[in-house]
């Protein structure tokens, strides 16, 4: 039994798929992205608001939308629909080493972790009765799950509340609890293990860094500008980013050294012209909803004002969006590379796909 009522199957479904040609030769991804390319835009009535993409196997991927959650294979263009009943303004989404995607939205509602294989979703203790459930081993800690990531030995982390746990495909187990003397509702936010084995945990406006094997964590001496964060993500160079829904960016590198970008003020500075093609961007910043740098040393920032790009080697700012690119939408909420190197970029009405 799925975890959601499925979608009718009789919903009309019309896809468009338009593979790189002519159409795109003066596509502003082709000047602004060096190194990659138009490989297809996918538009249909179920790709609307793309909130979450990650890769499952054999050229199939879980892809979550307005219309709930799916399993798309690119090699037949079939979509299996698993349902889905909540609007999420964000989510938090990780998979196991069994092959099973779990997801959870961002904060609230609160307690909703749901995982998933190619037959079904269900909640982890397999009943399904209520939305606002969790492991029972679990129940003791608030029920907001900030973070799912996966661990370099096959299980899975998850913060819920301010605990952080493991799942080993058959039990969770609670690591640690964080403890502030001076707040009882610390929140684990976001937290990934980086190729080293550290664990990177951001924790209301506090970073904390967690050694595996002796569970001891310190907290990272951090600029003094810096506020919470909600998302953090490890480039290929090892450096940590984080960033949070005012646009603010700090990174840390291998030697523990900071670097700090406020989008809008970085963006704008860069161009004299930027601001005038783009007025709204500054007044109604909504935030970084993922990240990724590609190995040109390209971070791509996505915001509901359209893909940001930052070459980080000539420390230059640009912003594409519907109305100068191919970019259906203005909203991008998701961006993930694929095994094969292509880089799926989700927005409010649809998909565009990127290949080296």
Same mark, same amino acid.
């Not at 951001?202 to 964060?229: C, H, Q, W």
């Given at each position: 039994?799925?975890?959601?009522?499925?979608?009718?199957?009789?919903?009309?479904?019309?896809?468009?798929?338009?593979?790189?040609?002519?159409?795109?030769?003066?596509?502003?991804?082709?000047?602004?992205?060096?190194?990659?390319?138009?490989?297809?835009?996918?538009?249909?009535?179920?790709? =609307?608001?793309?909130?979450? *993409?990650?890769?499952?196997?054999? #050229? &199939?991927? /879980? $892809?979550?939308?307005?219309?709930? @959650?799916?399993?798309?294979?690119?090699?037949?263009?079939?979509?299996?629909?698993?349902?889905?009943?909540?609007?999420?303004?964000?989510?938090?989404?990780?998979?196991?080493?069994?092959?099973?995607?779990?997801?959870?939205?961002?904060?609230?509602?609160?307690?909703?972790?749901?995982?998933?294989?190619?037959?079904?979703?269900?909640?982890?203790?397999?009943?399904?009765?209520?939305?606002?459930?969790?492991?029972?081993?679990?129940?003791?800690?608030? =029920?907001?799950?900030?973070? *799912?990531?996966?661990?370099?030995? #096959? &299980?899975? /982390? $998850?913060?819920?509340?301010?605990? @952080?746990?493991?799942?080993?495909?058959?039990?969770?187990?609670?690591?640690?609890?964080?403890?502030?003397?001076?707040?009882?509702?610390?929140?684990?936010?976001?937290?990934?293990?980086?190729?080293?084995?550290?664990?990177?945990?951001?924790?209301?406006?506090?970073?904390?860094?967690?050694?595996?094997?002796?569970?001891?964590?310190?907290?990272?001496?951090?600029?003094?500008?810096?506020?919470?964060?909600?998302?953090?993500?490890?480039?290929?160079?090892?450096?940590?980013?984080?960033?949070?829904?005012?646009?603010?960016?700090?990174?840390?590198?291998?030697?523990?050294?900071?670097?700090?970008?406020?989008?809008?003020?970085?963006?704008?500075?860069?161009?004299?012209?930027?601001?005038?093609?783009?007025?709204?961007?500054?007044?109604?910043?909504?935030?970084?909803?993922?990240?990724?740098?590609?190995?040109?040393?390209?971070?791509?920032?996505?915001?509901?004002?359209?893909?940001?790009?930052?070459?980080?080697?000539?420390?230059?700012?640009?912003?594409?969006?519907?109305?100068?690119?191919?970019?259906?939408?203005?909203?991008?909420?998701?961006?993930?590379?694929?095994?094969?190197?292509?880089?799926?970029?989700?927005?409010?009405?649809?998909?565009?796909?990127?290949?080296?």
């Amino acid at each position: 039994m799925n975890v959601f009522t499925k979608i009718p199957r009789i919903l009309l479904l019309i896809v468009v798929i338009s593979k790189s040609n002519d159409l795109y030769a003066q596509s502003s991804f082709d000047k602004v992205i060096v190194g990659h390319r138009i490989y297809q835009v996918i538009n249909n009535r179920y790709t =609307n608001s793309v909130k979450m *993409i990650v890769e499952h196997k054999d #050229g &199939k991927y /879980w $892809v979550y939308t307005s219309w709930g @959650l799916f399993l798309y294979s690119e090699r037949t263009d079939d979509w299996k629909n698993f349902g889905g009943v909540i609007e999420m303004t964000g989510i938090r989404a990780g998979k196991s080493h069994d092959g099973k995607l779990w997801y959870a939205p961002y904060i609230y509602p609160p307690g909703l972790l749901v995982s998933c294989d190619e037959k079904r979703c269900e909640t982890p203790d397999g009943k399904i009765k209520e939305l606002n459930l969790i492991p029972s081993t679990l129940k003791n800690s608030n =029920n907001y799950i900030g973070a *799912i990531f996966p661990s370099n030995h #096959g &299980k899975l /982390w $998850v913060g819920v509340g301010n605990k @952080l746990t493991i799942y080993d495909s058959q039990k969770w187990h609670i690591i640690f609890s964080v403890s502030d003397s001076q707040t009882s509702t610390s929140l684990i936010r976001a937290g990934l293990q980086d190729k080293n084995r550290k664990i990177w945990l951001s924790v209301d406006t506090r970073i904390l860094e967690l050694n595996e094997n002796t569970l001891e964590y310190k907290a990272v001496e951090l600029p003094k500008s810096f506020s919470y964060m909600d998302m953090v993500y490890e480039d290929w160079e090892g450096k940590i980013w984080f960033t949070n829904t005012r646009g603010e960016v700090y990174v840390r590198d291998r030697n523990g050294d900071w670097t700090s970008y406020i989008l809008t003020k970085n963006l704008f500075n860069n161009s004299k012209d930027q601001k005038s093609d783009n007025p709204i961007f500054d007044a109604q910043f909504s935030g970084i909803k993922s990240i990724y740098k590609d190995r040109h040393k390209q971070v791509m920032f996505a915001t509901w004002n359209g893909l940001v790009i930052f070459d980080e080697s000539q420390n230059r700012w640009k912003i594409l969006n519907h109305q100068n690119s191919v970019l259906p939408d203005n909203y991008i909420n998701s961006i993930t590379e694929d095994s094969e190197g292509k880089i799926w970029i989700g927005t409010g009405k649809g998909i565009v796909v990127l290949a080296p």
